[in-house]
C-alpha cells in the first residue's frame, strides 16, 4: 500500500504515513463525517506508524512496554525518567519545555519540570517507555483532535503534539489529585499508562457519569466535567471511604484505569518501616 499524499511505501494495517505522517483514512473520514468526529483511536493490535516512527506496545496489560522504531533523524518526546532503553545512536536531550514559566506550570501539575526528547542519529534507532507503576499502556492516534490527560499518565507522544498544562479545578485540591491536568492538541501519536488495565467508557450526548478522580486517565476534550464530592454533605463523603470525584457530561469517552496508585500506597503504609517507638508498622532500632 502506498500514501495518497507522497507515495511511500506503507503497511496495509498502518493508519499513519512514516515518511509525511498523512492520515490513510483522511478520505474515507471526510465522506462519513461521523467517522471524522472526535473520539479516542487506541490501536487494536498495538501497533502503528506515525511521523516518522513505528511503534508497538508489548507485554500487555500488567507489564507494558512501548517500543518505538524511528528513522533516522526523527525525534519523539517523553515524560522525564520514561526511558527504559535505547539504541547507542539515539541523542537524549532534555529542555524545560514553555521556557521557566512552562516549566514551574509543569512542576505544579506534578510533572518533571523538564521534556525528554530522542533523536536517532546517523540511521534508524529503537527507544523503549514505561511508566513508573505497573499497568497498561495505550498507543492513541490523535486526528487534530484535543485530550485531556492526568499528568501521572502521560508517558510520551509525537514531537508537533502541543501538551499544555491547564487548570483542573479549585475543588480537586481538596482531594489530594492535583491541582492540573494536561491538554494535549493536535496529530499525531500519544502514549498514555495506566495503574492497572484500562476500561473505556463511551458518553452519549447529554448522558452523565462519575468517575473517583484516582481512577481517570484521558477523556476528549467534547466531555464536561466538574468536581463534587462523592456524597451529599461532608460527613457521608468521609465514611464512603470516597473523596473527590468528577461528573462527566458527554457527548465523549473515556479512560478509566482499574486501580488507584494512592489506594494502593494507603494499603502498604502500615508495613512500612518507621523509627519511632511507636505506632504501627516495623520499628528500626538506631541504637549501638
Same mark, same amino acid.
Given at each position: 500500500m502506498n500514501c495518497t499524499k507522497c507515495g511511500a511505501q506503507m503497511r496495509p494495517d498502518a493508519s499513519f504515513c512514516g515518511v509525511c505522517g498523512n492520515r490513510v483514512d483522511a478520505g474515507a473520514a471526510?465522506?462519513?463525517?461521523?467517522?471524522?468526529?472526535?473520539?479516542?483511536?487506541?490501536?487494536?493490535? %498495538?501497533?502503528?506508524?506515525? @511521523? *516518522?516512527?513505528?511503534? !508497538? +506496545?508489548?507485554?500487555? =496489560?500488567?507489564?507494558?512496554?512501548?517500543?518505538?522504531?524511528?528513522?533516522?533523524e526523527q525525534s519523539i518526546q517523553a515524560e522525564s525518567g520514561a526511558m527504559v532503553s535505547m539504541s547507542a545512536n539515539i541523542e537524549l536531550q532534555s529542555q524545560m519545555k514553555g521556557g521557566l514559566f512552562?516549566?514551574?506550570?509543569?512542576?505544579?501539575?506534578?510533572?518533571?519540570?523538564?521534556? %525528554?526528547?530522542?533523536?536517532? @542519529? *546517523?540511521?534508524?534507532? !529503537? +527507544?523503549?517507555?514505561? =511508566?513508573?507503576?505497573?499497568?497498561?499502556?495505550?498507543?492513541?492516534?490523535?486526528?487534530?483532535?484535543?485530550?485531556?490527560?492526568q499528568s501521572s499518565s502521560y508517558l510520551a507522544g509525537d514531537a508537533s503534539l502541543v501538551v499544555d498544562t491547564k487548570w483542573g479545578g479549585a475543588k480537586s485540591f481538596f482531594g489530594g489529585e492535583g491541582l492540573f491536568v494536561l491538554q494535549v492538541q493536535g496529530q499525531g501519536l500519544l502514549l498514555v499508562?495506566?495503574?492497572?488495565?484500562?476500561?473505556?467508557?463511551?458518553?452519549?450526548?447529554?448522558?452523565?457519569?462519575?468517575?473517583?478522580?484516582?481512577?481517570?486517565?484521558?477523556?476528549?476534550?467534547?466531555t464536561q466535567y466538574t468536581l463534587r464530592k462523592a456524597a451529599s454533605g461532608f460527613f457521608r463523603s468521609m465514611v464512603s471511604g470516597e473523596g473527590i470525584v468528577a461528573e462527566f457530561s458527554g457527548p465523549g469517552e473515556l479512560l478509566i484505569q482499574t486501580r488507584n496508585l494512592a489506594a494502593l500506597a494507603g494499603l502498604l503504609k502500615p508495613f512500612f518501616p518507621t523509627q519511632g517507638g511507636s505506632g504501627s508498622g516495623f520499628n528500626i532500632n538506631l541504637g549501638g
Open positions: 471526510a465522506a462519513n463525517p461521523s467517522a471524522s468526529g472526535e473520539r479516542i483511536h487506541i490501536d487494536e493490535d %498495538s501497533r502503528g506508524q506515525g @511521523r *516518522g516512527y513505528a511503534y !508497538e +506496545v508489548l507485554h500487555q =496489560p500488567a507489564f507494558s512496554l512501548a517500543v518505538v522504531h524511528l528513522q533516522p512552562g516549566a514551574i506550570k509543569r512542576a505544579a501539575g506534578g510533572e518533571s519540570a523538564f521534556v %525528554s526528547t530522542f533523536t536517532s @542519529r *546517523g540511521g534508524p534507532g !529503537e +527507544v523503549t517507555l514505561a =511508566p513508573g507503576a505497573p499497568g497498561d499502556i495505550a498507543a492513541i492516534e490523535m486526528n487534530n483532535q484535543t485530550f485531556f490527560v499508562s495506566s495503574f492497572g488495565a484500562i476500561h473505556r467508557k463511551r458518553l452519549q450526548a447529554g448522558e452523565r457519569y462519575v468517575v473517583d478522580t484516582g481512577h481517570l486517565v484521558a477523556w476528549e476534550g467534547t
